[in-house]
């Protein structure tokens, strides 16, 4: 147990997210049920790992599990890496006032503990939530105050997530300079660190722009390499806005191009990596 729950960033990182689940299944029905700070982290990780392969009623039931195990220990740290984890999930399951709930707490327990770190992800991630009930005014302050705790921090790939974020918001608001410049940064970030996951964010977010750009060959040609990468991976999208977001580019895209248009937009992305793709965005 405590080799898998120390491996699960790993599992997450090299979208080994089956063989990390597989893992973690096996130790915790393994080892006594009583609250341990160890058996809670595992319940973290293993929920993380369900929600990021798609299995948000088990990534959920996981990380109600482990938050109420870090509480019964008086955890605060653990508290409040759970209610991060739970209010992600949350707003994949579009269960918006428990995710905010979760979000808030998170935040106090993070400001009250003088947790930079955390304050910086709680106000990130609750900024998620924030974004697709359409909040845009609230989400974008909080984005833009988890963006100076991460970079305060030298957290690169926290700066990452807030600058994917900051982006769609200022798409959402007709500000495509802006947003193109914050994707291709955070797309640099996410190649130098390694995370697919993060890169395929990234194109999926320029991939619109080149959409709402006049480019639907060059958004629809990245929209199919990028659904490609994360069906290998295993770790579709989850995030309820930004998959409505990507479906309507999408849609655009085809109208825009017909069928033969398509047809030679599939073929052009079958034949590109992931690396040709990256290099050729960063360019």
Same mark, same amino acid.
């Given at each position: 147990?405590?080799?898998?729950?120390?491996?699960?960033?790993?599992?997450?990182?090299?979208?080994?997210?089956?063989?990390?689940r597989?893992?973690?299944?096996?130790?915790?029905?393994?080892?006594?049920? !009583?609250?341990?700070? @160890?058996? %809670? #982290?595992? /319940?973290?990780?293993?929920a +993380? =790992?369900?929600?990021?392969? $798609?299995?948000? *009623?088990?990534?959920?039931?996981?990380?109600?599990?482990g938050?109420?195990?870090?509480?019964?220990?008086?955890?605060?740290?653990?508290?409040?890496?759970?209610?991060?984890?739970?209010?992600?999930?949350?707003?994949?399951?579009?269960?918006?006032?428990?995710?905010?709930?979760?979000?808030?707490?998170?935040l106090?327990?993070?400001?009250?503990?003088?947790?930079?770190?955390?304050?910086?992800?709680?106000s990130?991630?609750?900024?998620?939530?924030?974004?697709?009930?359409?909040?845009?005014? !609230?989400?974008?302050? @909080?984005? %833009? #105050?988890g /963006?100076?705790?991460?970079? +305060? =921090?030298?957290?690169r790939? $926290?700066?990452? *997530?807030?600058?994917?974020?900051?982006?769609?918001?200022?798409?959402?608001?007709?500000?495509?300079?802006?947003?193109?410049a914050?994707?291709?940064?955070?797309?640099?970030?996410?190649?130098?660190?390694?995370?697919?996951?993060?890169?395929?964010?990234?194109?999926?977010?320029?991939?619109?722009?080149?959409?709402?750009?006049?480019?639907?060959?060059?958004?629809?040609?990245?929209?199919?390499?990028?659904?490609?990468?994360r069906s290998?991976l295993?770790?579709?999208?989850?995030?309820?806005? !930004?998959?409505?977001?990507?479906?309507?580019?999408?849609?655009?895209?085809?109208? +825009? =191009?017909?069928?033969?248009?398509?047809?030679r *937009?599939?073929?052009?992305?079958s034949?590109?990596?992931?690396?040709?793709?990256?290099?050729?965005?960063?360019?």
């Open positions: 147990l405590e080799i898998a729950a120390a491996m699960w960033w790993y599992w997450w990182v090299a979208g080994r997210m089956a063989e990390g597989t893992w973690l299944d096996r130790a915790l029905t393994a080892t006594p049920p !009583e609250p341990t700070a @160890l058996r %809670a #982290r595992a /319940l973290r990780a293993a +993380a =790992l369900a929600r990021n392969s $798609g299995d948000l *009623a088990e990534a959920r039931q996981l990380g109600e599990q938050l109420a195990t870090f509480r019964s220990l008086d955890d605060r740290p653990g508290m409040i890496a759970a209610l991060n984890n739970l209010l992600i999930t949350a707003q994949a399951q579009e269960d918006y006032p428990a995710s905010l709930a979760f979000g808030y707490e998170a106090r327990l993070a400001e009250e503990s003088s947790d930079a770190r955390m304050v910086a992800a709680a990130n991630n609750t900024a998620g939530t924030l974004r697709c009930m359409g909040r845009l005014d !609230e989400a974008e302050k @909080l984005f %833009a #105050r /963006l100076a705790g991460f970079r +305060a =921090l030298q957290d790939r $926290g700066e990452a *997530a807030a600058l994917t974020n900051l982006s769609t918001t200022d798409r959402r608001r007709g500000r495509y300079a802006a947003a193109r914050s994707m291709r940064e955070a797309l640099a970030i996410y190649t130098e660190l390694a995370i697919a996951e993060g890169q395929l964010d990234a194109i999926e977010g320029l991939a619109q722009l080149d959409v709402l750009d006049g480019d639907p060959a060059g958004g629809l040609r990245l929209l199919a390499l990028a659904e490609r990468e290998a295993g770790a579709p999208s989850f995030t309820p806005d !930004e998959i409505a977001d990507r479906e309507q580019s999408e849609v655009a895209a085809r109208a +825009a =191009l017909g069928p033969a248009g398509v047809a *937009a599939y073929r052009e992305a034949a590109t990596t992931l690396d040709e793709a990256v290099a050729a965005l960063l360019h």
